[in-house]
């Protein structure tokens, strides 16, 4: 039976052919220590599983002692009567949150998901700061909870949401892969969003915001920032742009997909239209709105908006979404009527444009008005 005095008395005759010799364990067989010529001491287990023999390294004698090893090995036969693989359930338990999402979940993604960029994104620039180098099996809720309540701080409520969406299809993947048991946000639930809008640019600001955007060193981005506010699209949307989807007799842009996972067709206003045809003379094929190589297509300009709401005077609350919000409030405060808002943003459903149309001038609500007067003019004339 193994001790630790046993194994480091152990030792290999110069004289030996053999490189290395393997002992077992009287008590478990299925444990040996393998000893080689250099002296280096290993245990392994070797054991059989669906008929199959296998065999996985424990670790380093004296770094791991008899005691511990023997525990280790103890686990792996109670995995096998519980019908486990025993090297399989190592893996997962020592798998990182990092090491799953790119081994994983990620290739998943890219096959189940339109949006598996976004994720990825999400996971580059913040989950893998605070999840990356912990067991996927460890995290727990309370971690879970503390990351979006600290980037509640920072970021929108919707953003917080998406994160956690985002974690809890990460744990659903990772269950439906047996490497868990539990998702630990299964329990957590999403902030309640205020869908009103709230931040959009008034007169004053529109002005001192395009004054801004003509400032800052990054033109590029500039511009970028500009026609977010003349067209009313996504910035994900406006940086993806390429000249082969702008049509320039008909002054429109195609979207193969959008948010909403359908086509549409956006047509340019005179402004969005004459910074697509600046674009054009400068860059000429490719991407309309470029990085700093001059070739792949720019990267959210995070950066150069928070210069540019300095310049402005805008408060830290306005967001670089709020310019697409501030389209939409243009539209209605110049008369549009509900369909054609939805139109312009292409809008899924009339329910998201709803949330702009307690903007509408007073000669819209004088139409409703108009509506309900012609109702009572024809009750009144019944009656009489």
Same mark, same amino acid.
């Given at each position: 039976?193994?001790?630790? *005095? %046993?194994?480091?008395? &152990?030792?290999?005759?110069?004289? +030996? =052919?053999?490189?290395?010799?393997?002992? $077992?364990?009287?008590?478990?067989?299925?444990?040996?220590?393998?000893?080689?010529?250099?002296?280096?001491?290993?245990?392994?287990?070797?054991?059989?599983?669906?008929?199959?023999?296998?065999?996985?390294?424990?670790?380093?004698?004296?770094?791991?002692?008899?005691?511990?090893?023997?525990?280790?090995?103890?686990?792996?036969?109670?995995?096998?009567?519980?019908?486990?693989?025993?090297?399989?359930? *190592? %893996?997962?338990?020592? &798998?990182?949150?990092?090491?799953? +999402? =790119?081994?994983?979940?990620?290739?998943? $993604?890219?096959?189940?998901?339109?949006?598996?960029?976004?994720?990825?994104?999400?996971?580059?620039?913040?989950?893998?700061?605070?999840?990356?180098?912990?067991?996927?099996?460890?995290?727990?809720?309370?971690?879970?909870?503390?990351?979006?309540?600290?980037?509640?701080?920072?970021?929108?409520?919707?953003?917080?949401?998406?994160?956690?969406?985002?974690?809890?299809?990460?744990?659903?993947?990772?269950?439906?892969?047996?490497?868990?048991?539990?998702?630990?946000?299964?329990?957590?639930?999403?902030?309640?969003?205020?869908?009103?809008?709230?931040?959009?640019?008034?007169?004053?600001?529109?002005?001192?915001?395009?004054?801004?955007?003509?400032?800052?060193?990054?033109?590029?981005?500039?511009?970028?920032?500009?026609?977010?506010?003349?067209?009313?699209?996504?910035?994900?949307?406006?940086?993806?742009?390429?000249?082969?989807?702008?049509?320039?007799?008909?002054?429109?842009?195609?979207?193969?997909?959008?948010?909403?996972?359908?086509?549409?067709?956006?047509?340019?206003?005179?402004?969005?239209?004459?910074?697509?045809?600046?674009?054009?003379?400068?860059?000429?094929?490719?991407?309309?709105?470029?990085?700093?190589?001059?070739?792949?297509?720019?990267?959210?300009?995070?950066?150069?908006?928070?210069?540019?709401?300095?310049?402005?005077?805008?408060?830290?609350?306005?967001?670089?979404?709020?310019?697409?919000?501030?389209?939409?409030?243009?539209?209605?405060?110049?008369?549009?009527?509900?369909?054609?808002?939805?139109?312009?943003?292409?809008?899924?459903?009339?329910?998201?444009?709803?949330?702009?149309?307690?903007?509408?001038?007073?000669?819209?609500?004088?139409?409703?008005?108009?509506?309900?007067?012609?109702?009572?003019?024809?009750?009144?004339?019944?009656?009489?």
């Amino acid at each position: 039976m193994f001790t630790d *005095r %046993k194994i480091e008395r &152990l030792s290999v005759d110069l004289l +030996c =052919e053999r490189k290395q010799l393997e002992f $077992a364990d009287e008590r478990n067989t299925g444990l040996r220590v393998m000893l080689y010529k250099s002296g280096k001491k290993t245990f392994i287990a070797r054991y059989n599983y669906l008929g199959k023999r296998f065999s996985i390294g424990l670790g380093e004698f004296p770094a791991f002692d008899v005691n511990t090893i023997r525990n280790m090995f103890h686990q792996f036969v109670r995995d096998i009567r519980s019908g486990l693989d025993p090297a399989f359930e *190592r %893996k997962r338990k020592g &798998l990182t949150f990092q090491q799953f +999402c =790119e081994t994983i979940y990620i290739p998943y $993604a890219k096959l189940e998901k339109r949006s598996w960029k976004a994720d990825v994104s999400k996971l580059d620039n913040y989950l893998y700061e605070h999840f990356g180098a912990k067991q996927l099996d460890s995290i727990t809720r309370w971690e879970i909870d503390e990351y979006r309540r600290n980037l509640k701080a920072t970021h929108a409520v919707a953003t917080c949401n998406k994160h956690l969406a985002l974690i809890k299809s990460i744990y659903r993947v990772a269950i439906e892969s047996e490497m868990v048991s539990h998702s630990p946000a299964s329990l957590l639930k999403q902030y309640r969003e205020n869908n009103q809008i709230e931040n959009f640019l008034s007169t004053p600001q529109i002005h001192t915001f395009l004054r801004a955007v003509k400032q800052v060193e990054n033109r590029e981005a500039g511009k970028l920032l500009e026609f977010l506010l003349y067209s009313g699209l996504r910035v994900g949307e406006a940086c993806s742009l390429e000249f082969s989807q702008y049509n320039r007799v008909a002054e429109t842009i195609n979207l193969p997909t959008t948010k909403n996972g359908r086509s549409r067709q956006v047509i340019l206003n005179t402004a969005a239209n004459d910074i697509i045809l600046e674009q054009l003379k400068l860059h000429g094929t490719g991407y309309i709105f470029k990085g700093r190589d001059g070739i792949q297509q720019m990267s959210r300009p995070t950066k150069v908006f928070q210069k540019v709401k300095a310049l402005a005077g805008l408060d830290d609350h306005f967001r670089i979404h709020d310019l697409r919000h501030s389209f939409a409030s243009i539209a209605v405060m110049s008369g549009s009527t509900p369909s054609q808002v939805q139109a312009l943003l292409g809008h899924a459903s009339s329910r998201t444009t709803e949330r702009y149309m307690h903007l509408a001038p007073s000669h819209i609500h004088e139409a409703a008005s108009n509506v309900g007067d012609f109702i009572a003019r024809a009750y009144d004339g019944a009656d009489n």
